[in-house]
């Protein structure tokens, strides 16, 4: 079978799709893949091979006019088209919005901001974003600068143009503030123009990006954390879907597949703990540094002269969680890095991470990412479970 590739090869999310397609097809099926640009030329030059399915991303409109006529099963891998029945796998937007937000909260911030408005669908990670945090009580300031997608050139003088904007948004916003950015190179604009206004970061401005671009993470000064997508899960995953599609009974294959992202990647852009109560800022540092110690908060009692129930009113004051919640978060956070990383067996994980028991593990994995750990293993590494199948 021959399959073509409209892709744009550049920038980490798009290598990932493809390492996710490498590994559904190889080595069990024998497809031929042909590439080519997303524009309506490439299209048309692809069409003209009589391939038996295409996977697409960045389409324009006059490309997607070409398939949807042509009729050849399609699944497109950037951003759902309107009043189309083209099938659609990509990253649940809402999701990635709400990790950013729970990330954030569970380091004390009160303050937060999100950059930037794009006028296409990552805007649901705002909105989930927004939402996360309006259930704790905490609003969000959102820098209106609707720039063009990263991929096109227009963008760069977008963000350029846009600089000055960017620059008294910052000035403007409450100290310190906890900054999602929709893309990572979103997020290096903002750590450039904190730069230049002197703005401290993390301790003024904490700064998160999505996609994990490691590139583009490391160029920034600190280097940037940011949310990593599963961008090899959305290849193999839309790879699957047209396989299923090219079947006799493909109809049968759902429209939209959203697939969630995997987990924060920390780095010093938000190596911080903040808090309006300094002795809540205080727990919070010891629990992060200690998260994977058995009886980190008992240990951290033991330092100071309060309660239990008073620490815990403090908490709920500050931060709208208790010392056990942000504590698991932390302990989550490492054994998300142990499974995504390394080849420790759960139990393993479970004993590295301050989980101790694999079953105390797995009730968090079920009651915060609603998957066990394996699953959420599977999920980060999919060409791992392809290449054991084989």
Known sequence: MRIGLAMDRRGGPSELMLRGIAAYARPARPWV????????????????????????????????????????PTVNLGFPVANSKMRHVGHDESAIGELGAAYFVSRGYRNFGYYPNTGNPRDLRAHSFRAYLKRYGHTCHVGDAQPAHPAWPRAQASLKRDNEAICRWLTGLPKPVAVLCAADNFALTVAECCSQLELRVPDEVAILGVDNDVPVCLLSAPPLSSIQIAGERVGYAAAELLDNLMTPDGREAPKLVAVPPIRVVSRRSTDAVVASDPLVARALAYLREHATAPDCLNEFLATIRCSRRTLERKFR??????????????????????????????EHVADQSGFGEIRQLQVAFRKFLHQTPTEFRRHAVPSLRQARAG
């Open 33 to 72: 893949f042909s590439w080519d640009n997303p524009s309506a030329e490439g299209i048309l030059r692809l069409l003209e091979l009589e391939p038996d399915g295409l996977l697409v991303k960045h389409v324009d409109e006059r490309g997607f006019e070409l398939i949807e006529r042509a009729g050849v």
């Open 317 to 346: 004051e500050s931060i709208g969680q208790a010392p056990a919640q942000a504590w698991l978060r932390f302990r989550l956070e490492e054994a998300t890095r142990l499974l995504a990383d390394t080849d420790l067996s759960v």
